[in-house]
Structure formats: structure tokens, C-alpha cells
């Protein structure tokens, strides 16, 4: 089986921070960490790691974030469809495939690879259901959202992402990474 690790920064527009990711892709599944600092509303850190199963099915989420006066630490799990936060199952998560973290591009790669939209334009819209996590609270709630591809860009693919009222057409790589989320993130290159 074998295996590749991506690195990526983003500029992460309103937290007016930035953000990097080590990505490892391995047959089907996901392992990450990464670590992010904001400065809106006040400075904080967030250090996570993320994990997925067959088919880049998120498993494990476990978040910190660090402000000046407090430490605050999150574990999201998935258990074949059964959702826990911080050990407490949460019946409104069940039958999410994915978390969401807020102001983490990253966590967007994981429903675009499982249904190659990164490769595809022009097709249905996706509808998921996701663990949503806000940042920097941590707080988790249900998010409905929609992937729809739009168009080949370049050595990639543009796809609208819909939530509630939010609406975004995302660059994707070929690898299915975030390169540019209008109005949350940018791909810093060197």
C-alpha cells in the first residue's frame, strides 16, 4: 500500500490567521495534523489531528484550542456511524460521514475524494451531513452541506460548496485539497 504525504498552508481570511496541514493518503483513508492561529476574535492556537477509515470516513477528530486564559480540548469520534463528543453520543450526528472544522480547509478534502469530485464537472449535487465544529468554541453541531462540481480549473476543479445560507465555488487541486475558498481561505506557495 502506498503512501503520500501532502503539506499545505492557508491564509485563513477570517480568523485573520493561517493554517498548515500534513496530510498522509494511504488506499482510502486520511491522517492529518495540522495547526492553525487566528487573531479574530482574540489570538489563539488550534492544534488537531484528524483520522478516517475506509473510504475517508472520519474517525477521530481531537482539537485544542489555546487562548491566553484557557485551554479547551475536543473528541469527536465516529464509531460506525455512531457520533461522540468528548464521550457523549450525540444521536443528531449519526449518520455523518465527516466532520467539518471550522476554518480548516482540510476538512473539506475528505467528501471530495470519497466521490472523486475533484475530478468530475458538471455532475449532481452531493448532500452530506456533517460534525461541524465551530472555532474557536468548539462547539459541534449537525451542518447539512452541498458539494456540487461546476468545472475543471486547471490541474483541478472548481465546486460549489453550499450551507444554510453560505455559498462558495472552491478550487480543489488534483489531489482534492483546498487551493482557494473565496472569502475563508487561500493556498500560500513558496
Do not use: K
Request: with cysteine; glycine share 8%; hydrophobic share 40%.
Amino acid at each position: 500500500m502506498s503512501s503520500r504525504t501532502l503539506v499545505r498552508t492557508w491564509e485563513i481570511l477570517p480568523s485573520g490567521g493561517c493554517s498548515t496541514a500534513w496530510a498522509d493518503l494511504a488506499e482510502g483513508r486520511l491522517t492529518a495534523r495540522g495547526r492553525a492561529v487566528g487573531l479574530v476574535a482574540e489570538p489563539y492556537w488550534v492544534p488537531y489531528t484528524l483520522e478516517t477509515v475506509d473510504a475517508y470516513v472520519t474517525s477521530r477528530l481531537h482539537v485544542t484550542v489555546e487562548t491566553a486564559a484557557q485551554t479547551r480540548i475536543l473528541d469527536l469520534r465516529n464509531d460506525a456511524g455512531r457520533w461522540t463528543v468528548d464521550g457523549e453520543h450525540r444521536p443528531d450526528l449519526d449518520g455523518a460521514l465527516d466532520c467539518d472544522l471550522g476554518l480548516c480547509p482540510l476538512t473539506n478534502t475528505m467528501p471530495v475524494l470519497r466521490h472523486g469530485l475533484h475530478r468530475q464537472q458538471g455532475t449532481a449535487p452531493r448532500s452530506f451531513l456533517m460534525a461541524w465544529v465551530a472555532v474557536p468554541g468548539l462547539e459541534v453541531t449537525a451542518s447539512r452541506q452541498t458539494y456540487t462540481p461546476v468545472a475543471r480549473a486547471g490541474h483541478g476543479s472548481r465546486i460549489r460548496y453550499e450551507s444554510g445560507d453560505f455559498r462558495s465555488d472552491v478550487e480543489f487541486d488534483e489531489d482534492g485539497l483546498v487551493l482557494d475558498y473565496p472569502l475563508l481561505a487561500t493556498a500560500l506557495t513558496r
